[in-house]
């Protein structure tokens, strides 16, 4: 009866311990996986975030040109001025859209499918999500912008623009005191714009140095 008992006991210890060797090692493989797989992730925001650096550091040298020509287009409207018809050029200039679109593709990945608990460092996981809603201040300015020149330089170039006056090598401009101060709104946007963008690209190279 003894031995019976141990032998049993035995086969009971034998069985334990395989349970618990099979969870170890599917713990392990798990452990292994989500490892492999935080990897990958961490490699495709930096991808994205690169990118996303390298488009609004494209964007920042643009809108900054813009101001200077806002600027100068607000200093010569209502005046009589040298070259004042090529300077004036600026105003299609400003009405040129700098679009910004984000590559979130990563980013919305995580959070939809709940991986980014894998992220198990919180500075880590609360720095990518700072980094990534941020990005929120920066398409609202781009929006104020696109308002601006939807909504009033738009409507100027269609109702305050006279386009036969370009052939005669005349300012085609009707009213050059809406102009200006439409011009103002546009620089101040575009100020708003700027700072965002330097903003964005701040983000990007701080998110850059913790995903290394």
């Not at 996986?33 to 990958?40: L, T, Y």
């Not at 004036?88 to 980014?116: C, E, W």
């Not at 050059?176 to 701040?202: C, P, V």
Request: proline letters at 1%; aromatic letters at 8%; a positive charge.
């Amino acid at each position: 009866m003894k031995k019976k008992l141990t032998y049993a006991f035995g086969e009971i210890l034998i069985v334990i311990i395989g349970i618990s060797l099979a969870f170890a090692m599917n713990k392990w493989g798990e452990e292994r996986s989500n490892k492999a797989q935080k990897e990958q992730y961490i490699n495709n925001l930096k991808q994205d975030i690169a990118a996303d650096k390298e488009q609004l550091s494209a964007n920042l040298i643009i809108i900054k040109e813009k101001i200077i020509q806002a600027d100068d287009v607000i200093s010569i409207l209502g005046k009589d001025v040298p070259n004042k018809n090529m300077r004036l050029r600026g105003v299609y200039s400003i009405a040129q859209l700098t679009n910004f679109t984000p590559k979130d593709y990563t980013h919305q990945t995580l959070v939809n499918s709940g991986d980014l608990k894998l992220m198990n460092d919180f500075e880590l996981k609360t720095t990518i999500q700072k980094h990534y809603s941020d990005y929120k201040t920066i398409l609202d300015a781009y929006e104020r912008q696109e308002i601006i020149n939807k909504d009033y330089i738009g409507k100027y170039f269609i109702y305050n623009t006279d386009y036969d006056l370009v052939r005669e090598g005349k300012l085609p401009f009707t009213d050059e005191k809406l102009l200006k101060n439409i011009m103002r709104s546009a620089r101040g946007s575009l100020a708003i714009k700027r700072d965002a963008t330097a903003n964005g690209i701040k983000s990007c190279d701080s998110i850059l140095e913790v995903l290394r």
